[in-house]
């Protein structure tokens, strides 16, 4: 059964902290992408990636970062974490160009205290 | 104008009725497309795909209107395990961007 694995289901974190979020796809998958999903606002795309150590922005880059050193795994960062950014963030992997079939991982849950 | 519009509902029917969601895109490039279910508090998973005119499986229906630019998701003889969130995904091919609709909420009550 193919899988998205996101390494954490709940985080709490203080505001000015540094934060990762990882995410494995076991499918050999090239595409890997972060959403956040707020309440009212659905689906947001943060970042992208469609290979190794490729990385393109979505619609909200601001305040995040992300990085892909091997296939299956896509990071995002938040370099100083801020009460805005309390979210539901979901990663998702795709296989070839233009597929609208993702796989998502199960979300984290974050909270910016 | 967004990208994906859905009506965000909440749609409240009964058991047993059939109930319609639209879906419009303006991107007149996009070529395939896609609908997603979304459980309470879980992740989106692929509920059908779009590719030509329309797609049917069991009681579920997807339509196409290139012209007019949207797409239509259809439940016939509605469940009770049908409730969910349900997001609408254009795809145009050569883009690896995929940008969800923010969703139609669907209650189904006994």
């Known amino acids: 059964d193919v899988k998205v694995t996101q390494s954490s289901r709940y985080l709490v974190k203080r505001t000015g902290e540094k934060v990762f979020l990882e995410c494995v796809q076991d499918?050999?998958?090239?595409?890997m992408f972060w959403y956040r999903q707020d309440p009212g606002l659905g689906l947001r795309l943060i970042y992208f990636?469609?290979?190794?150590?490729?990385?393109e922005k979505g619609d909200i880059p601001e305040g995040y970062s992300v990085s892909r050193e091997k296939k299956e795994r896509f990071s995002l960062i938040l370099e100083s974490a801020s009460t805005n950014q309390t979210s539901m963030y979901l990663c998702?992997?795709?296989?070839?160009?233009?597929?609208?079939?993702?796989?998502f991982g199960s979300g984290t849950q974050l909270s910016v205290l | 104008r967004k990208e994906v519009e859905q009506d965000p509902g909440p749609f409240n029917v009964p058991e047993g009725a059939t109930v319609a969601f639209n879906c419009t895109y303006s991107?007149?490039?996009?070529?395939?497309f896609f609908w997603y279910r979304q459980d309470c508090r879980k992740e989106p998973k692929l509920l059908m795909s779009?590719?030509?005119s329309g797609n049917e499986d069991g009681r579920f229906t997807a339509q196409l209107n290139r012209a007019s630019q949207y797409i239509s998701l259809l439940i016939r003889d509605s469940k009770l395990s049908d409730s969910a969130t349900y997001l609408c995904?254009?795809?145009?091919?050569?883009?690896?961007?995929?940008?969800f609709g923010a969703g139609t909420r669907l209650f189904v009550k006994a």
């Open positions: 998702a992997s795709s296989s070839g160009q233009g597929s609208g079939k993702l796989f």
């Open positions: 499918m050999d998958h090239e595409n």
């Open positions: 990636s469609y290979d190794v150590k490729m990385k």
């Open positions: 991107n007149s490039a996009s070529q395939s």
């Open positions: 779009v590719y030509s």
């Open positions: 995904v254009p795809k145009d091919t050569g883009g690896f961007k995929t940008i």
